[in-house]
Structure formats: structure tokens, C-alpha cells
């Protein structure tokens, strides 16, 4: 794989002067701030609906989570086009194809654990797209772990808390009784009217590492490796097993793979760090967002990973960790992770299915705002009838 020369950027020169930066810049607050209010306001108009019916309620959240997956997907496909290149082992070959209209689409089952290595902040973004890709669409029903601080964001903090996402302050006698509360609603049976029990769908993406790759994460990663007296890794870093050994012995019954996403960008060389490259200036301004974001899953079933004592689990978490630093010297190496099976390369695809985060069609983003247009039409319509009304009456 060729190496970017010194002090240029992996994704090449910027495509936009200043003037159209800040154009760009513009636009693209514009367009994220407007729909992340809107969704927070359909949020805020159907919150009444947990004290009547938490079903309903539920179901109503997930409604607005898909609005702001299509707002991030429809994001990223106007102001940071990438090319995303998938590749898997056995165990999901059978699980993504390539669609007529060039999109990928999977059919990963509506309850699993996501785990994946955490290269850049964006990382959320484009494994969120995977649920939007799915079959049936999953960007509804994804919860994910993070920092506790991102809930004092304005606006999108109290939305993801509306999302029922888990936020960690990294201090296990705190975060322990909210994971317990938050993954108990996870794992609730239902019953339909007829007797029929079902899980809600579910998919909960957590990121081991604990945060992303960085000069002083992996400083720490590799103090952490010493410590401990472990083989330290390369390219990723060394993750901590309490919160997912938590998280799937509470699910355990409840969800049967675990899927593993090994993440790479292209152009960042070796020793470097995405979040250094990447930035949201470059990535949405300068028009230097990363050529490709390349994928490579497995799957694991739960069944078969060792919950019977977290010691063991913390082994078996960290070998797949060594398994993830192959592969990442694999695509440094080669600009390439290894070909899913051989039964993808007869289908024209070589072992690799590329495709960009983009939406179905190009106004499918206007969902976003369609309760919030009801609502608007709905009152609009009572306003003219009560003028009327009080005009008959005087």
C-alpha cells in the first residue's frame, strides 16, 4: 500500500477554496441543526405517550431514531461521499449482497451485540448506516454505549437519552445499576393478544476500547499492556472487557451472535491516527473525507464465547483483539482486508462490495420532518375552524 507523502493529506489536496468552505460549513450546520431539532421536537411532541402506553412510546422513539439515521446517512452522502468496502469471514458471506441500484444491502438478524475497534469519532456514523442497510432496516433499534459526558450535548444530548442509549461515566458502581436498568427493558418478553412471545428488536453497538485511537490512548493501552503482562498491539487498542462481559451476561438467552467489525481508513499510514486526518474541518469543509472506510465482520456465538468466568471472557475478548491488530496490518500492508469466501468472487465481486452511504432516494430525508408537518397541519386546520367558529358566534 502506498504511503501518503509527508505532510499531505491521505484524501489529496483540498477540493474548496474559503469562500465555498464556509458555504459548506454553513449548509451543513444548517442542514444537521434543522433536522436534529426537528426530530427532538417529534421526540418532545410523543414523550407524553410514556406515561399512557410504554409500548407505544417505545415504538414512537424508534420512529424518530430511524429520522435521525436517515439524517446522518443523507449527511454524509452530500458533504463527505465515501467509498465503503465491505469484506467478512464465513460466518456472514451469506449475509451481504450487492443490490440492482448498487447499494449493499444486509440481513444481519433484529437482536445481536455489535462490537468494533474505534478508529475515528465517526465511526457511530457509519455503523449506524450498516442498520439503515439492513433488511429489515435497523436504524431504528440501535442503542449504543458511550460517554456519559456527550449527554450535555444541547439537543442531541436529550435526544439520544430519548434513544434509551447508555451513557458511562467509566465508574463501574455507577454505571452498573443504569446498564442493568437499560439492558432489563433490552431483554423484556412480550406477549402479543394471541399468547405469542417476542423480544423487541435490538442492536447494541459498544466499542471495547473505550474510546477512540489516539497518541495518548495508545500510550495508555500500552501502559495497560505492561501492567498486566500482556502482548501489546500495533494498530488498535487493547480493549477493556467489564462493560460487554456485563452487557452479555445480562443478554445471554436473549441474543445469539455477536458481531465483530474490524474498521480501517484508507491513507492513514502506519503509527498514524485517523482523528488527526480526519477532522470534521476536512472530512465536511475541504472536501477531504476519507477515500474509503473499509469493513471486515464476523460473527460469534454467544453460545461458544466463555461467560462462565470474565477472566476467561477477558482472554477470549483480547485474543479477537489480536485478531483485529492482523488485520489491520493486513490493510496497511496491502490496502486491502482479506476477500470474504470465494463464492463472493463468482458473483463479479472479487471478495469486496463497494458501495457509498447514501439514502434509497434522494428526498427520502423529508421523512424527518413529517410529524412535525402534521402536527403544523393539524393545528393550522384548528386555528381556521375556532376563527370561524367565534366569527359565527359574533
Given at each position: 500500500?502506498?504511503q501518503p507523502a509527508v505532510g499531505t493529506h491521505p484524501s489529496g489536496k483540498e477540493k474548496h477554496g474559503r469562500l465555498v468552505q464556509y458555504l459548506r460549513g454553513l449548509s451543513a450546520a444548517l442542514f444537521l441543526i434543522s433536522g436534529s431539532i426537528a426530530v427532538h421536537l417529534t421526540q418532545l411532541?410523543?414523550?407524553?405517550?410514556?406515561?399512557?402506553?410504554?409500548?407505544?412510546?417505545?415504538?414512537?422513539?424508534?420512529?424518530?431514531?430511524?429520522?435521525?439515521?436517515?439524517?446522518?446517512?443523507?449527511?454524509?452522502?452530500?458533504?463527505?461521499?465515501?467509498?465503503?468496502?465491505?469484506?467478512?469471514?464465513?460466518?456472514?458471506?451469506?449475509?451481504?449482497?450487492?443490490?440492482?441500484?448498487?447499494?449493499?444491502?444486509?440481513?444481519?438478524?433484529?437482536?445481536?451485540?455489535?462490537?468494533?475497534?474505534?478508529?475515528?469519532?465517526?465511526?457511530?456514523?457509519?455503523?449506524?448506516?450498516?442498520?439503515?442497510?439492513?433488511?429489515?432496516?435497523?436504524?431504528?433499534?440501535?442503542?449504543?454505549?458511550?460517554?456519559?459526558?456527550?449527554?450535555?450535548?444541547?439537543?442531541?444530548?436529550?435526544?439520544?437519552?430519548?434513544?434509551?442509549?447508555?451513557?458511562?461515566?467509566?465508574?463501574?458502581?455507577?454505571?452498573?445499576?443504569?446498564?442493568?436498568?437499560?439492558?432489563?427493558?433490552?431483554?423484556?418478553?412480550?406477549?402479543?393478544?394471541?399468547?405469542?412471545?417476542?423480544?423487541?428488536?435490538?442492536?447494541?453497538?459498544?466499542?471495547?476500547?473505550?474510546?477512540?485511537?489516539?497518541?495518548?490512548?495508545?500510550?495508555?493501552?500500552?501502559?495497560?499492556?505492561?501492567?498486566?503482562?500482556?502482548?501489546?498491539?500495533?494498530?488498535?487498542?487493547?480493549?477493556?472487557?467489564?462493560?460487554?462481559?456485563?452487557?452479555?451476561?445480562?443478554?445471554?438467552?436473549?441474543?445469539?451472535?455477536?458481531?465483530?467489525?474490524?474498521?480501517?481508513?484508507?491513507?492513514?499510514?502506519?503509527?498514524?491516527?485517523?482523528?488527526?486526518?480526519?477532522?470534521?474541518?476536512?472530512?465536511?469543509?475541504?472536501?477531504?473525507?476519507?477515500?474509503?472506510?473499509?469493513?471486515?465482520?464476523?460473527?460469534?456465538?454467544?453460545?461458544?464465547?466463555?461467560?462462565?468466568?470474565?477472566e476467561k471472557f477477558d482472554v477470549w475478548l483480547r485474543e479477537r483483539w489480536y485478531e483485529k491488530d492482523a488485520l489491520m496490518e493486513q490493510y496497511i500492508t496491502t490496502g486491502r482486508f482479506p476477500p470474504s469466501p470465494s463464492d463472493a468472487v463468482t458473483k463479479g465481486h472479487q471478495g469486496f462490495?463497494?458501495?457509498?452511504?447514501?439514502?434509497?432516494?434522494?428526498?427520502?430525508?423529508?421523512?424527518?420532518?413529517?410529524?412535525?408537518?402534521?402536527?403544523?397541519?393539524?393545528?393550522?386546520?384548528?386555528?381556521?375552524?375556532?376563527?370561524?367558529?367565534?366569527?359565527?358566534?359574533?
Amino acid at each position: 500500500m502506498t504511503q501518503p507523502a509527508v505532510g499531505t493529506h491521505p484524501s489529496g489536496k483540498e477540493k474548496h477554496g474559503r469562500l465555498v468552505q464556509y458555504l459548506r460549513g454553513l449548509s451543513a450546520a444548517l442542514f444537521l441543526i434543522s433536522g436534529s431539532i426537528a426530530v427532538h421536537l417529534t421526540q418532545l411532541i410523543g414523550a407524553p405517550l410514556y406515561w399512557i402506553n410504554r409500548d407505544l412510546f417505545d415504538a414512537y422513539m424508534s420512529h424518530t431514531k430511524r429520522s435521525f439515521g436517515l439524517l446522518v446517512t443523507t449527511l454524509t452522502h452530500w458533504w463527505s461521499p465515501t467509498t465503503i468496502r465491505i469484506s467478512g469471514d464465513a460466518s456472514v458471506a451469506d449475509q451481504i449482497r450487492k443490490t440492482k441500484d448498487g447499494r449493499v444491502e444486509f440481513t444481519f438478524p433484529e437482536r445481536l451485540v455489535m462490537i468494533a475497534n474505534h478508529q475515528i469519532y465517526t465511526d457511530w456514523l457509519y455503523l449506524w448506516w450498516v442498520g439503515y442497510a439492513n433488511s429489515p432496516g435497523m436504524h431504528g433499534y440501535i442503542y449504543i454505549i458511550l460517554k456519559e459526558s456527550l449527554k450535555y450535548i444541547p439537543v442531541l444530548g436529550p435526544g439520544m437519552m430519548f434513544y434509551g442509549f447508555i451513557f458511562m461515566s467509566r465508574k463501574m458502581a455507577v454505571d452498573q445499576p443504569r446498564m442493568a436498568h437499560r439492558l432489563g427493558k433490552l431483554k423484556t418478553v412480550h406477549t402479543t393478544p394471541n399468547g405469542t412471545k417476542y423480544l423487541d428488536p435490538m442492536w447494541l453497538l459498544l466499542f471495547p476500547e473505550g474510546t477512540n485511537a489516539s497518541r495518548n490512548g495508545k500510550v495508555k493501552s500500552t501502559q495497560w499492556a505492561e501492567k498486566i503482562g500482556v502482548k501489546d498491539t500495533e494498530h488498535v487498542l487493547l480493549p477493556r472487557s467489564t462493560g460487554i462481559y456485563f452487557c452479555l451476561t445480562e443478554l445471554k438467552g436473549t441474543v445469539e451472535f455477536v458481531y465483530d467489525c474490524t474498521v480501517a481508513y484508507e491513507g492513514v499510514p502506519r503509527g498514524g491516527f485517523g482523528e488527526e486526518m480526519f477532522t470534521l474541518a476536512s472530512t465536511y469543509l475541504r472536501g477531504q473525507p476519507p477515500k474509503s472506510v473499509n469493513f471486515y465482520w464476523r460473527r460469534f456465538r454467544v453460545s461458544d464465547i466463555p461467560l462462565e468466568d470474565q477472566e476467561k471472557f477477558d482472554v477470549w475478548l483480547r485474543e479477537r483483539w489480536y485478531e483485529k491488530d492482523a488485520l489491520m496490518e493486513q490493510y496497511i500492508t496491502t490496502g486491502r482486508f482479506p476477500p470474504s469466501p470465494s463464492d463472493a468472487v463468482t458473483k463479479g465481486h472479487q471478495g469486496f462490495l463497494e458501495t457509498e452511504v447514501r439514502a434509497r432516494s434522494r428526498f427520502e430525508f423529508l421523512q424527518i420532518f413529517v410529524v412535525l408537518g402534521i402536527v403544523g397541519l393539524v393545528q393550522n386546520l384548528i386555528s381556521k375552524m375556532w376563527h370561524r367558529l367565534v366569527n359565527a358566534v359574533w
